[in-house]
């Protein structure tokens, strides 16, 4: 199994950035996709997930309106648009899958996104 994600980088405030999540390994269709992210200090915390069809997200209060989160079952991928970026959006982000019986739980090694000027 592997989720492997792209797209981090140095943003300045107000730009955007767009991440990807490619998966293997498992029945990517199958499964709830979510995006994580922990800032130093912080615990980790959700962003944003998306049932496995795609019909329905859900996303944190902190980035409603501004992160949009989206699949691609034919590509195996599952991606996070962020717009409108602020210095608090900076943080490690992880991608994350888990099974319909919630018996399995995957993890991205984490991509770095800096809000900075």
């Known amino acids: 199994v592997q989720l492997v994600e792209s797209g981090g980088g140095l943003v300045q405030p107000g730009g955007s950035l767009r991440l990807s999540c490619a998966a293997s390994?498992?029945?990517?269709?199958?499964?709830?996709m979510s995006w994580y992210r922990q800032a130093p200090g912080k615990e980790r915390e959700s962003v944003a997930s998306?049932?496995?069809?795609?019909?329905?997200?859900y996303y944190a209060d902190s980035v409603k309106g501004r992160f949009t989160i989206s699949r691609d079952n034919a590509k195996n991928t599952v991606y996070l648009q962020m717009n409108s970026l602020k210095f608090e959006d900076t943080a490690v982000y992880y991608c994350n899958a888990r099974s319909p019986s919630g018996l399995a739980n995957y993890w991205g090694q984490g991509t770095q996104v800096t809000v900075s000027t």
């Open positions: 998306i049932t496995n069809t795609g019909g329905s997200t």
């Open positions: 390994g498992f029945t990517f269709s199958n499964y709830f």
